[in-house]
RNA sequence: GCCUCCGUAGCUCAGUGGAUAGAGCGUCUGCCUCCGGAGCAGAAGGCCGUAGGUUCGAUUCCUAUCGGGGGCACCA
């Protein structure tokens, strides 16, 4: 019994008592998944219901009077030990130890399976993340959101969504211009331009491209500029990807913006727009009137020299997106692109799409790190791959996927180097490695699961019903993350899962303890029912990490 | 000026309208002859920025206000 089943057993009773007269109520008053959760105290039971809170009014009684009505069919279900009415109207149940325990098998046998759930079948999103620019390495802006969008596309996975991983190469316009011109003038011993890239890893691209063709120093700027345009931004590209590799953040698409223009894309999409009806000509300039759909002024899509502007391949590129099948455009941005979110909404609603089902645009805090937020033009970058260095990919993937998106992150340098215990992915990893070496004392003494000595009413330690009661919640806690597009909680939630494990492990012995004389007992059914709640959790914190792109490790 | 995010323990931050608001770090006190002490048990620490409103019930939703971050291009 776990609150999925107590939540659709819940539905129908009350549905029933709809259908029967009991209770007043039109039927879809009811929700689908009434909401069931573990109350804080547990004087109030091993899970709670505020049904009746929540329905009472609407069916005309008190609350208390509707779950008078509810309640005894709830004590009638299997595995369901006692029920209160609680408070205004809290509906408190109490399972049987054994419907509790029976977890730790279910568990096991699912496997990697365990906390996937159906929260998002049917759903085709396409997930844009990242997307840097091609003229300068990854750098820590970027890392939260390649943690963050990989690990919610994860979540999605597991929820039952098709999701595509897509990377938006901006690799069309003036700023390639300018950064083949910064690599021109390191190639040359000069300064960079003004408005150029700075950083010493131009030097390097220069350096690439020499030994690759070292005819080129001696072209002129305009020879040589096609062969740099190229070359430069592709061998930053590589980079980028190679990084992102190494970070475990896979993305299913690259999708080049230049391809867009080149195709004619970009004046198929202006026409589309056009036949929706929502642009004009004004100023010799294009426009779509995207204030037709909340946004605070109309955009230029063309601007009166004839060029598109980057807004117009945003269009284009909105209209592929749509036309590959995609029905839920998912945008993660950081917050210096939050002026783009209601043009962007506009844009899909000027396109015929609904501007809060088919698009979403979630828009994240910067990291400062030390008070001082980092430019590529200022040229102060920490890069990606510096800070996978110093840290690992385990800590800094997980510390990025522990706080929401739109929370600001400050980050102290010294205090992420130092790899001290009080990065939590530590005391998460730790309970899982703890649970691999408890498992392998318990081989040493064959204690292994074993089905016939499995008694699930034996896990009946407080600790245990704790225990068994965090890793209930895990695919609940998973499709809430997915819907909310939030993995903080599924790494808050397998802090929880660890301690608890901590706690279980302090006060339950899977080996029996040895005797005084230093003889060792022989395990009881007790010692064997907990080397399977011992492996569920193992299993747990091991899908937990992996939804975060975190390892679980066997030993630290 | 307009838009947006954030104000919760000394610090960094969780908290999907519910019961006594949580975690880590830091501080203090205990716990390994026994499965991993990177752990556990306990203590101290809060007018949830402020003021109204909605509700049976607000840290959560709405309005106003104060304080802080970010954004407001015929750039990409």
Redesign the pocket.
Known sequence: MNPENLSAALAHIVRSAVDAGDINLPAEAVPEAP?V?R???R???DW?T?IA??LG?RAGMN?RQFAEIVAPKIQELDGVASVEI?????I?ITLDAAAAGELARTIVEAGEAYGRNDQAVGDVVNLEFVSA?PTGPLHIGHTRWAALGDAISRLLRASGASVTNEYYI?D?????ETFAASVWARMHGQDVPEGGYPGQYVHEIADAILAEDPTIKDKTYDEALPQLRTRAYQIQLEDIRATLDEFEVHFDVWFSESKLHEDGAVEQALERLKAQGHTYE????FWLRTTDFGD??D??LI???G?P???AGDAAYYLSKKDRGFEQKIYLLG??????V?RLRALAACAGDDMDDNIEVL?G??I?VNGA?LSKRAGNIIELRDLIDWLGVDALRYSLA???N?????IDPDLLRSQT??N?V??VQ?AH??S???A???DAQGIVREVEKFDAASLNHPAEEELLSKLAQFP??VG?AAK?R?P??VA?HL?SI??AY??W???????P??AQDGTKPAPETVNYSRRWLNDATTQVLANGLGLLGVSA????
């Open positions: 909401r959760e109350p804080k105290s004087d109030h039971g709670a505020n809170m929540q009014k609350p609680a408070g205004p109207g809290f408190n620019n901006n069309y316009g003036a700023q390639l004004q100023d010799g300039a605070d002024k955009r230029v601007k009166a020299d060029k502007t980057y807004f917050a210096d692109h939050h002026g783009y209601n828009i805090q910067l400062s937020r522990r706080y929401p739109d929370s600001p992150m400050e215990n009080d939590p530590f005391y730790y490695a703890r691999r070496s408890a392998r004392t318990a609940s806690v809430a909310g939030a903080h909680r808050r802090e660890a301690a901590h706690q492990y302090g006060a339950c012995r899977i080996v303890a040895p490790p066997e030993k630290m």
